[in-house]
């Protein structure tokens, strides 16, 4: 058993020892039945919170209407959910009320996918009681009980089921796929911000491409902000290889793919999706850079100067993987040639503008920045040492001070 079980244990005992029962569920049982990494975990209980509270000293409400109870357990916290079930979704997002229950299975009948409603106690026995062990043999995306009542309840559990495809690496339940068909529009109910961070994970996933593709094939693609005119593009990115790259390179990829690619343009787009400003401007940079990177067929010094190394290696990747390059030795070579610059910054001038100033006894205006990046691109181009005296006799050689 791994260690963030084992380290929860000590805690769940105690909790079996005051009469309840406990449980782990959800992804992290998940998880460890495919032997993957598992960084949260999930606990359900027959406890309530007010018997949890009664159990341990130290308890934060986090989300005490829903069940959860935070429990500080030695140097841990560990969030704790009573077993519940759930009334009537309302806007096709959240349940109008909430029951606490005391029987597990009622709690695993109301999550979304099969692969998610697995429960494992502190001796390590796995419950099933919807065969989600056989669909994480089949590697099958199928929905608890009826898949359309459960996409009416909360509509954001069909990007959830294609976001698995990528993470997960697996395919959707026929009747899932049919489902997802039939209620992609529901989508429209649901926050940006919760769109926007599922579709990020999936971007991020392994078997992207595959996931892609199930999006367009329910027709959900038509639901998520400014995509629904974008079909043919979405299906060129879908071939792409984006193994290795990073989230803002991928996201750089798809805009690139469906023709996003002016600075305004890129700035309208990923505002709908809710991206932070500061995540924006970083795109809009990778996106300025490939296209710079499309238009030549090496980097010159100057370029990759002013590129700085990070988005130049980022246009580099995603210049290789739109032209389905298998080799990527030219990331390398980039590296080598960054390393060799003169300079990396304009800091690492040899001379100040205090230095032209006492030189030319003028007074500062607009010729003394457009003097520093002459001199800059100079020593750049190796045109020019980076030493001070040698600036000097240039500048006076060339008549400029």
């Known amino acids: 058993m791994f260690k963030a079980f084992q380290d929860a244990i000590p805690m769940m005992k105690q909790i079996e020892s005051a009469g ?19 960084n949260d975990i999930d606990i359900a209980t027959s406890a309530t919170p007010d018997e949890i509270k009664k159990i341990f000293p130290r308890t934060v409400d986090v989300g005490i209407e829903h069940g959860t109870i935070m429990v500080l357990w030695e140097n841990n916290t560990y969030e704790v959910t009573t077993f519940r079930t759930e009334s009537a979704y309302v806007d096709f997002r959240r349940p109008e009320q909430v029951f606490f229950v005391r029987q597990l299975k009622e709690d695993l009948k109301r999550r979304d996918f099969t692969i998610n409603a697995l429960a494992m106690d502190t001796s390590g026995h796995i419950y099933d009681y919807f065969k989600g ?69 999936l971007l991020m996933g392994n078997a992207v491409q595959d996931a892609i593709k199930d999006l367009i094939k329910t027709g959900i693609f038509s639901y998520l902000p400014g995509l629904a005119e974008q079909k043919s593009g979405l299906e060129t990115f879908s071939t792409y290889n984006l193994s290795g790259l990073e989230l803002g390179e991928r996201w750089a990829i798809l805009l690139l793919s469906i023709n996003v690619v002016e600075k305004v343009e890129i700035d309208t787009m990923l505002r709908k999706w809710k991206l932070a400003v500061k995540q924006i401007k970083e795109i809009q940079k990778i996106i300025f850079w490939s296209k710079h990177r499309e238009a030549r067929l090496t980097w010159s010094n100057l370029d990759l100067y002013y590129a700085t190394l990070g988005h130049a290696l980022s246009a580099e990747r995603i210049y ?36 032209l100033l006492q030189w030319s006894e003028k007074k500062p205006g ?24 040698q600036i000097k006799e240039w500048l006076e050689k060339c008549h400029l001070i």
């Open 320 to 355: 290789q993987r739109r032209n389905h390059f298998e080799s990527y030795r030219e990331v390398d070579v980039l590296e080598k040639q960054y390393e060799n610059l003169a300079i990396r910054r304009k800091e690492d001038l040899h001379i100040t503008g205090s230095d």
């Open 20 to 38: 309840y029962e406990a449980y782990f569920v959800g992804g992290s049982v998940r998880d460890y039945l495919l032997n993957k990494t598992i």
């Open 133 to 201: 062990k056989d669909s994480l043999a089949l590697k099958e995306i199928k929905t608890v009980g009826h898949a359309t009542e459960r996409f009416q309840e909360d509509a954001l559990r069909m990007m959830r089921g294609i976001r698995f495809i990528s993470t997960l690496e697996f395919q959707l339940d026929k009747d899932t796929r049919a489902s997802m068909e039939e209620n992609n529009h529901l989508l429209l109910n649901i926050a940006v911000e919760r769109i926007s961070n599922e579709f990020e994970k």
């Open 366 to 389: 607009p010729w003394l920045k457009q003097l520093l990046e002459q001199i800059e691109t100079a020593v750049v181009n190796q045109q020019l040492v980076n030493e001070k005296q």
